[in-house]
């Protein structure tokens, strides 16, 4: 029996003549965090996109759980059903929130539950107030998102991505546009997610952080893995130039 929860094989995108995933494939545990870092422009964001299908592969195979779609030449096109039934399986925190500014916290977190499983307004209400509770915010279920700081919106938005009970957590920057003072407060839930055994993929440049919380780290540049291990490998002990030139931005001591 395999615990492998995410299949990446062969990926490729583009954009016009601009290759941004170039042949990836990885393998993913089920439990894990893995980080996901790189320079600007190396194809981490799309990456997790493709894992959402929020952007589509040109080429290659992704599969989460047990289920999985190609691209290509050759390759039937997904039916709508197969791609809402597919992203259903991850959810996607962003780094700018994405709430529903007319709606309190409490109300974006049930709206998926409510519109898209259908499930019972009250039940739906007391499973979002739970998951609000969880990230710490019960007290601010009747918040409107402009009475929110930043870290409580983004806390707001992983209580939202929760409620649909994905098989994985993809996170593309989630602290990246919050002050630093509240920065600790996002990443405290992450870690408790970590610690739950929920599997997630991170992009961040919160080395420290990645080095504390992640069982894998994928250094990735002009849309290749240039490694991939154990972030004591990857991060402490690096193997390749473009990795170490990487991490010395960030006065990490290799």
Do not use: W
């Not at 592969?57 to 691209?71: H, K, L, M, N, T």
């Not at 739950?196 to 919380?213: K, P, Q, S, Y």
Request: glycine share 8%.
């Amino acid at each position: 029996m395999t615990n492998t929860i995410i299949e990446i094989k062969n990926l490729k995108k583009s954009f016009g003549d601009h290759h941004i995933l170039r042949d990836i494939s990885l393998s993913l545990q089920k439990g894990s965090v893995t980080t996901l870092l790189g320079p600007s422009g190396s194809g981490k964001s799309t990456l997790l996109r493709c894992l959402n299908l929020l952007t589509i592969p040109d080429a290659g195979s992704v599969r989460v759980g047990d289920r999985e779609i190609s691209f290509g030449a050759g390759q039937l096109q997904a039916k709508s059903s197969e791609m809402s039934a597919f992203r259903a399986t991850t959810g996607m925190v962003f780094q700018h929130f994405n709430l529903f500014p007319h709606m309190t916290a409490v109300q974006n977190v049930m709206e998926g539950l409510v519109t898209v499983r259908k499930v019972h307004k009250k039940v739906a209400r007391e499973k979002a107030m739970a998951l609000l509770a969880r990230v710490g915010l019960a007290d601010r279920a009747d918040y409107y998102p402009g009475n929110l700081s930043g870290g409580q919106k983004q806390r707001v938005a992983i209580a939202r991505a929760l409620a649909m009970e994905p098989a994985v957590m993809l996170l593309d920057e989630a602290t990246s546009a919050l002050d630093p003072e509240l920065v600790g407060e996002v990443l405290a839930v992450v870690r408790q997610l970590a610690e739950a055994g929920m599997t997630m993929v991170l992009v961040t440049h919160e080395i420290g952080f990645a080095r504390e919380v992640s069982d894998t780290v994928v250094f990735m540049r002009d849309g290749v893995v240039v490694e991939q291990g154990a972030p004591s490998a990857v991060i402490d002990n690096p193997k390749e130039a473009a990795t170490c030139s990487f991490l010395m931005r960030f006065s990490v001591e290799i």
